[in-house]
């Protein structure tokens, strides 16, 4: 039998960089690893190590068909999709601009469907196959201040469970990541854009609260080594999880998510400084006008 032909998105750095390397490195079998990347440049490195490496944006249709077309036609099958890829803003959710939350859903979700389908035309017709999609525990429960991006990993987690039933006849398995704080690029890629927003906002009081919001997930965060080699392990065993929380604070948000909804939304109010704001503006009647 020959080996299994793995493609993964989003491998410039970070979790889907090191779920790469996990996978060339896998030691109970071998696989055949293509990372990919909006910029091919920015991958050369896994090239270096033996890996191979595609060109693939996830927000380009034909870029995604030539990456998998590529792939087929060398290996002649694509065994394992792990769709990586993805980016975040942070603000409130009324001050995002429309191309920033389009474009939030267009990579996390639009592009994840889009490869999916395209490698499932090429995994039906063998009636096998591994899907692993990268969520997120804030797709359980949404935080403030990154509203996009918890409803990008909702709409991900929910489109998946649909999708692993529908694909079950035909033996491709489906497996929904959901990493607790993991160490990524993301939170420091979308500083720039996040100073722009606060430079004029209507939570002027609690811009610090926002601005932890968004390193808040790198605190205390898991290196994206270790949660890779985990992922890996786990899904690519003989019985992949249809369900895999991993990661600091993973465990935590599985469970709250059970909890009444006043009291999420208290707990979520109370770290982030929103009952603070809203008592702020108790006592300041005028200070929706002045802004």
Not at 60 to 67: H, R, T
Not at 102 to 125: H, Q, R, S, W
Not at 215 to 232: G, K
Not at 267 to 280: M, V
Request: one cysteine or more.
């Amino acid at each position: 039998m020959s080996n299994r032909v793995a493609l993964i998105t989003g491998c410039s750095s970070g979790i889907g960089r090191d779920i790469a390397r996990a996978m060339f490195k896998y030691k109970y079998e071998p696989i055949v690893v293509y990372a990919s990347a909006r910029n091919l440049k920015s991958i050369e490195f896994l090239k270096a190590e033996g890996m191979n490496i595609v060109q693939l944006d996830v927000n380009d249709q034909q870029s995604i068909k030539d990456a998998i077309k590529t792939i087929v036609d060398k290996e002649g099958k694509l065994d394992i999709l792990v769709n990586n890829a993805g980016m975040n803003y942070y603000g409130p959710a009324i001050e995002l601009k429309h191309e920033e939350t389009k474009k939030i859903m267009d990579t996390n979700f639009i592009g994840l469907v889009d490869t999916t389908i395209e490698a499932c035309k090429y995994m039906v017709p063998r009636k096998t196959g591994l899907i692993i999609n990268i969520g997120s525990v804030v797709g359980l429960i949404s935080t403030p201040f990154t509203g996009a991006y918890c409803a990008s990993k909702a709409a991900v987690h929910a489109w998946s469970d649909s999708l692993r039933m529908e694909l079950d006849p035909f033996n491709i398995k489906v497996s929904i990541v959901m990493p607790g704080a993991i160490k990524s690029e993301i939170a420091n890629n979308a500083q720039d854009t996040l100073q722009k927003t606060l430079a004029q906002t209507l939570y002027e009081p609690i811009k610090k609260f926002i601005i932890m919001r968004s390193v808040a997930s790198q605190q205390n965060a898991l290196p994206s080594e270790a949660f890779a080699d985990y992922v890996v392990k786990r899904c690519l065993s003989t019985r992949p999880p249809k369900k895999l929380l991993y990661g600091p604070l993973s465990s935590i948000f599985g469970l709250i998510q059970f909890l009444p909804t006043i009291l999420i939304d208290f707990i979520l109010k109370k770290k982030f400084g929103l009952l603070y704001f809203r008592n702020y503006l108790n006592g300041n009647s005028k200070y929706i006008k002045s802004n």
